[in-house]
């Protein structure tokens, strides 16, 4: 009795075993049908007979199945699995998790089949198709490939505001606001290093089923573009960002000299040459460069001409992957009754709006150069119309003092200008509180001096002493 429980309980494990086998075999034969070497209404075809021999339904081609040894994979190590690459000799199992990763690529299938039983199953030679099909998934359009970012965007954004709360905790609040580009930076870089570096795919591009391939070989991305592509999204912008202010300072300040020894020359050719002097084109194009430093120094019109790009074709989201050569593809079967939408009207119009903006620019320097040669012009003609008065009324030169100097000063004694005013405290400025320079008087009848009047009613119009209404336009200076 007890034999029999034991023979019986061995033969439960058996058929378990067996039936175990068999559904591992169904599997591996549809997957060799659908993605294999052949087409996958042959392949069906082939798989339904072998069904049919292990069913009894029908005989095997060959009434002596050779005998094979059951190999062991070079990965997994198992024994059973035939290899189906003769180079790398990846087994099922291996090449269905290749296939998960990187589910483009074509791999060689075989006529193998994975039994431990060699004998189970007929051998049957698959004949080549006369058309090859295609195994490759549809490029994934520009939907997908936004949506993909904008995930890894907001799971890097997530990290970054922990990390940012860890620094606060661990080093205060100033430094962690003080350095809240450089904890944002490293967080997506460890982000990046996680993901992409050791050849997995980010959280993004896992929920949108993309996954990231070399346009050139149709390979998953290597490891050296793997690193060129997270130094040049990350590291090279974090680099760019900190030297561009400085590289601006420095152009700016050498402009400028640049343009004031040009303007200098440009007057001192002026003022000897009887005639107009052509326009200086090495003067006006530094000038252009010192007004527009700014926007020609910014990326940002090279982000919006590759942003139009992408919403054509569909690729390259990135600079950074337009310069690595990285798209990604659709892992998901495509109907044929399915539309795939894009963002072609978004391309359009960012395209017209980049050249309204290059018109409207183009627009105001031509009328910027036009208005400096009229106002050269202008300057030459009253330059002209000024030479020819003086010579034909032979005036005198009148001798003028530096605006800084007064031309009354109360302090010199030998000065007789408001002489009958005593000596003292009257003829000190209550403003202040010198003697007068210039003295001047305002409608309500206090005397100050000129400038120190004239600084007080540029920013309050009023007497400093009645608080009457004072404008610069009535302040009389005081002669006599």
């Not at 189970?120 to 549809?138: L, W």
Request: contains cysteine; positive net charge.
């Amino acid at each position: 009795m007890h034999n029999a429980a034991i023979l019986a309980a061995e033969n439960k494990e058996l058929r378990a075993a067996n039936a175990k086998q068999k559904r591992k075999r169904e599997k591996g034969r549809t997957w060799i049908a659908q993605e294999g070497a052949l087409g996958v209404e042959e392949g069906l075809d082939r798989v339904q007979r072998v069904n049919e021999y292990e069913q009894g339904v029908v005989e095997a081609a060959d009434s002596q199945p050779r005998k094979r040894a059951a190999p062991r994979c070079s990965v997994c190590g198992i024994i059973g699995h035939t290899a189906l690459d003769p180079q790398s000799h990846y087994c099922k199992l291996t090449l269905t998790f290749f296939r998960l990763v990187y589910p483009h690529f074509n791999y060689p299938i075989y006529s193998c089949e994975m039994d431990s039983d060699p004998a189970a199953a007929p051998a049957i030679t698959p004949k080549p198709s006369a058309t090859p099909v295609s195994h490759f998934f549809p490029w994934a359009t520009s939907p997908d490939i936004i949506r993909s970012h904008e995930k890894d965007a907001y799971i890097s954004g997530t990290l970054s505001v922990q990390a940012h709360s860890i620094i606060r905790a661990l080093r205060g609040a100033r430094f962690a606001h003080s350095h809240t580009d450089t904890i944002k930076n490293l967080t997506d870089l460890l982000y990046l290093s996680l993901t992409t570096l050791v050849g997995n795919r980010t959280l993004g591009e896992e929920y949108c089923d993309v996954v990231q391939l070399e346009d050139d070989s149709l390979r998953l991305p290597s490891l050296a573009r793997r690193v060129g592509y997270i130094l040049s999204s990350i590291l090279i912008p974090w680099a760019l960002q900190r030297l561009l202010p400085a590289l601006r300072h420095k152009l700016r300040a050498k402009l400028q000299r640049s343009v004031a020894r040009l303007q200098a020359r440009a007057a001192l050719l002026s003022s000897k040459q009887e005639t107009p002097s052509k326009p200086n084109i090495t003067l006006r194009f530094q000038t252009y460069v010192l007004d527009h430093l700014d926007s020609l120094t910014s990326l940002s019109p090279i982000f919006a001409l590759n942003l139009a790009a992408f919403y054509f074709s569909g690729a390259y989201y990135h600079i950074s992957k337009r310069i690595w050569g990285l798209r990604y593809v659709f892992t998901k079967r495509i109907e044929d009754n399915e539309a795939r939408i894009g963002y072609e009207v978004l391309g359009v119009l960012l395209v017209l709006q980049i050249a309204v903006q290059g018109i409207l620019h183009i627009k105001d320097t031509v009328s910027s150069f036009t208005a400096e040669t009229a106002e050269d012009q202008q300057q030459q003609q009253n330059s002209e119309q000024r030479t020819a008065v003086k010579a034909m009324y032979n005036l005198p030169s009148i001798q003028s003092l530096p605006a800084s100097e007064a031309r009354y000063d109360m302090a010199n004694p030998t000065n007789a200008v408001l002489a009958w005013v005593p000596p003292g405290q009257q003829r000190k400025c209550t403003l202040c509180l010198e003697s007068f320079k210039d003295p001047s008087a305002t409608t309500c009848g206090h005397v100050f001096c000129w400038t120190c009047i004239r600084d007080w009613v540029r920013e309050k119009p009023e007497c400093p002493l009645c608080r009457q209404e004072a404008l610069g336009s009535k302040i009389l200076p005081l002669r006599g």
